[in-house]
């Protein structure tokens, strides 16, 4: 028995597609206004193809985020661009004057501002619509501003973002083809080998990555005092979500460094971030040690001195680099 | 037993449809589950609704030309599925959007069923075949699934019917204006605008 909901046949289907597309097209006469409300009396199979129309052209503006259908129309209005930036030598002044303006416009709205760090250097960005930026070292955001999307781009390092509240439009930070959502929240983004690493100190936050089929989903939400990790290639291959410590995620901003029973070898990695002067551990005796405690950013004497004194490790510093060496015993 | 989240009906529509008439008519609301709105989020949604009702009656009117009364409760049901919402985030994101498509689902479920209805008197009746799907709301585990095959079926679109396609849908531009960044005619604009719909339906009927 064939289902219901087969009825709709395929000169119906027709049809609706083609009156809502002259619908949309906003070149409907009164008359046809008229002739599109007797088409829809006429049957009910006729009102329930040009409604699952309607349903299909809503869903679609719910697709107006997705990286993969955006790039493509993102790409024709670029053409456009270019194509007007051709005409401009075969016009006349107030023609030029007038695209330029629009040039100058549309280069606005698809340009991306940048805003980069150096190793050991830090700064903060306050955002047209009052969110602000904080850049820890070595770190790379692109700003991309329009009307309905706020799109952030985590190209290096680690940003801390504090969201000023706008339902209308999103504040989506965008990091290897994965995306960080929030709304009105303060949030820390970190790539650390290959890793994302989120938390969350404010409000609520949802990470969504395409899966294996190429479609986007959510993969997580957390809420203030919760962090989440991930690889953007693999996002199935995450921590899930799980508490953080949040003063330790932060502690960047007030220029210091937390460990908290970290390995030894970790830690450096993590204090070399912010220093060209790097520190190198020579041999493997001390990577496994435990260390504790909070550093000021680059005060490598200060780090130097609570290695000699906890573990009893000899310094040997340079210009360019302080050696660890392990103690003799 | 009153819900609470019940909205009293508009006095002036009322009068023509008579007021028992339209409380008896087939609101299925689910009385179960706790409201979640706080004050604050039923204040938003009751400021959205009123925002967008006049449109939306027209709106749902034009698809269900049959009465009033059906307008009404799908007007109704609207409302409540809206302060239902667990979360308002995605209504908040796309007001317009989620509250059109919200009503959509509902007159697509109403049509269905006058569908039904009108068989049931031509054939055997088959409950399981005929069993009402419950449209899915934004952000709904399986609106995300319906989402990403709405992708698939758009990248399955020969190239410049969905560049048509996608430039009306997100960026608003008009029929004109694509076609002026693409060269193409209006009219071409216009069929490939209709191509899309038509193609979006053949691929998507089973979650329609």
Same mark, same amino acid.
């Given at each position: 028995?064939?289902?219901?909901?087969?009825?709709?046949?395929?000169?119906?289907?027709?049809?609706?597609?083609?009156?809502?597309?002259?619908?949309?097209?906003?070149?409907?006469?009164?008359?046809?206004? @008229?002739?599109?409300?007797?088409?829809?009396?006429?049957?009910?199979?006729?009102?329930?193809?040009?409604?699952?129309?309607?349903?299909?052209?809503?869903?679609?503006?719910?697709?107006?985020?997705?990286?993969?259908?955006?790039?493509?129309?993102?790409?024709? @209005?670029?053409?456009?661009?270019? @194509?007007?930036?051709?005409?401009?030598?075969?016009?006349?002044?107030?023609?030029?004057?007038?695209?330029?303006?629009?040039?100058?416009?549309?280069?606005?709205?698809?340009?991306?501002?940048?805003?980069?760090?150096?190793?050991?250097?830090?700064?903060?960005?306050?955002?047209?619509? /009052?969110?602000?930026?904080?850049?820890?070292?070595?770190?790379?955001?692109?700003?991309?501003?329009?009307?309905?999307?706020? %799109?952030?781009?985590?190209?290096?390092?680690?940003?801390?973002?504090?969201?000023?509240?706008?339902?209308?439009?999103?504040?989506?930070?965008?990091? =290897?083809?994965?995306?960080?959502?929030?709304?009105?929240?303060?949030?820390?983004?970190?790539?650390?080998?290959?890793?994302?690493?989120?938390?969350?100190?404010?409000?609520?936050?949802?990470?969504?990555?395409?899966?294996?089929?190429? !479609?986007?989903?959510?993969?997580?939400?957390?809420?203030?005092?919760?962090?989440?990790?991930?690889?953007?290639?693999?996002?199935?291959?995450?921590?899930?979500?799980?508490?953080? !410590?949040?003063?330790?995620?932060?502690?960047?901003?007030?220029?210091?460094?937390?460990?908290?029973?970290?390995?030894?070898?970790? %830690?450096?990695?993590?204090?070399?971030?912010?220093?060209?002067?790097?520190?190198?551990?020579?041999?493997?005796?001390?990577?496994?040690?435990?260390?504790?405690?909070?550093?000021?950013?680059?005060?490598?004497?200060?780090?130097?001195?609570?290695?000699? $004194?906890?573990?009893?490790?000899?310094?040997?510093?340079?210009?360019?680099?302080?050696?660890?060496?392990? /103690?003799?015993? | 037993?009153?819900?609470?989240?019940?909205?009293?009906?508009?006095?002036?529509?009322?009068?023509?449809?008579?007021?028992?008439?339209?409380?008896?008519?087939?609101?299925?609301?689910?009385?179960?589950?706790?409201?979640?709105?706080?004050?604050?989020?039923?204040?938003?949604?009751?400021?959205?609704?009123?925002?967008?009702?006049?449109?939306?009656?027209?709106?749902?009117?034009?698809?269900?030309?049959?009465?009033?009364?059906?307008?009404?409760?799908?007007?109704?049901?609207?409302?409540?599925?809206?302060?239902?919402?667990?979360?308002? =985030?995605?209504?908040?994101?796309?007001?317009?959007?989620?509250?059109?498509?919200?009503?959509? !689902?509902?007159?697509?479920?109403?049509?269905?069923?006058?569908?039904?209805?009108?068989?049931?008197?031509?054939?055997?009746?088959?409950?399981?075949?005929?069993?009402?799907?419950?449209?899915?709301?934004?952000?709904?585990? $399986?609106?995300?699934?319906?989402?990403?095959?709405?992708?698939?079926?758009?990248? $399955?679109?020969?190239?410049?019917?969905?560049?048509?396609?996608?430039?009306?849908?997100?960026?608003?531009?008009?029929?004109?204006?694509?076609?002026?960044?693409?060269?193409?005619?209006?009219?071409?604009?216009?069929?490939?605008?209709?191509?899309?719909? $038509?193609?979006?339906?053949?691929?998507?009927?089973?979650?329609?």
């Amino acid at each position: 028995m064939k289902r219901v909901d087969d009825m709709t046949d395929e000169s119906i289907e027709k049809a609706a597609a083609d009156w809502v597309a002259r619908e949309d097209g906003g070149a409907l006469s009164a008359a046809g206004q @008229r002739a599109l409300d007797r088409w829809l009396r006429q049957d009910e199979r006729h009102r329930l193809a040009y409604a699952n129309c309607r349903q299909l052209s809503l869903m679609t503006g719910f697709l107006a985020d997705d990286g993969d259908l955006r790039a493509e129309t993102a790409a024709v @209005r670029r053409r456009f661009r270019r @194509r007007a930036f051709g005409w401009k030598a075969l016009l006349q002044v107030a023609a030029v004057m007038l695209l330029a303006l629009a040039a100058t416009w549309l280069q606005q709205y698809f340009a991306v501002d940048y805003y980069q760090t150096q190793i050991g250097e830090q700064r903060v960005v306050h955002l047209e619509d /009052g969110s602000t930026l904080m850049l820890n070292t070595d770190s790379r955001v692109g700003v991309r501003y329009t009307r309905g999307l706020r %799109a952030l781009f985590l190209e290096r390092g680690e940003a801390f973002f504090m969201v000023a509240k706008n339902p209308q439009r999103p504040f989506v930070v965008n990091v =290897q083809g994965s995306e960080v959502r929030a709304l009105g929240t303060a949030f820390n983004v970190a790539r650390r080998a290959g890793d994302v690493r989120v938390a969350v100190t404010q409000g609520v936050v949802e990470v969504r990555a395409g899966d294996a089929a190429g !479609n986007r989903r959510s993969l997580a939400r957390m809420l203030p005092g919760q962090g989440f990790s991930y690889s953007p290639e693999q996002p199935q291959d995450n921590s899930g979500v799980a508490p953080v !410590n949040l003063e330790k995620v932060t502690a960047w901003q007030a220029s210091r460094i937390y460990f908290d029973n970290d390995r030894l070898d970790d %830690a450096v990695v993590e204090y070399n971030r912010y220093t060209t002067r790097k520190i190198v551990l020579v041999g493997d005796e001390l990577a496994g040690e435990r260390i504790s405690g909070v550093f000021n950013i680059g005060d490598a004497d200060a780090l130097a001195f609570a290695l000699e $004194e906890s573990f009893g490790a000899r310094i040997n510093k340079s210009e360019q680099r302080i050696l660890v060496l392990p /103690g003799r015993d | 037993m009153p819900d609470p989240a019940f909205r009293p009906f508009m006095g002036k529509r009322l009068s023509d449809g008579g007021s028992m008439a339209v409380s008896k008519a087939n609101l299925r609301l689910v009385s179960s589950k706790p409201e979640p709105a706080d004050s604050g989020d039923r204040a938003y949604v009751e400021e959205l609704y009123t925002a967008h009702s006049a449109a939306l009656c027209r709106y749902i009117a034009r698809m269900l030309p049959g009465g009033r009364q059906d307008v009404e409760v799908i007007l109704q049901e609207t409302y409540v599925k809206l302060l239902r919402q667990e979360s308002l =985030q995605h209504l908040r994101e796309n007001p317009r959007a989620y509250i059109y498509t919200v009503a959509t !689902n509902l007159v697509r479920d109403s049509l269905r069923r006058q569908l039904r209805r009108r068989s049931e008197q031509h054939h055997s009746y088959d409950d399981s075949e005929h069993e009402s799907r419950t449209p899915s709301p934004p952000g709904a585990a $399986e609106w995300q699934q319906n989402l990403g095959r709405l992708k698939q079926s758009l990248l $399955e679109l020969k190239p410049v019917v969905r560049r048509v396609f996608l430039l009306s849908r997100f960026e608003q531009m008009t029929y004109p204006e694509i076609a002026e960044t693409l060269s193409i005619s209006t009219r071409s604009v216009e069929r490939h605008m209709s191509r899309a719909m $038509e193609h979006l339906q053949r691929e998507l009927s089973d979650i329609l």
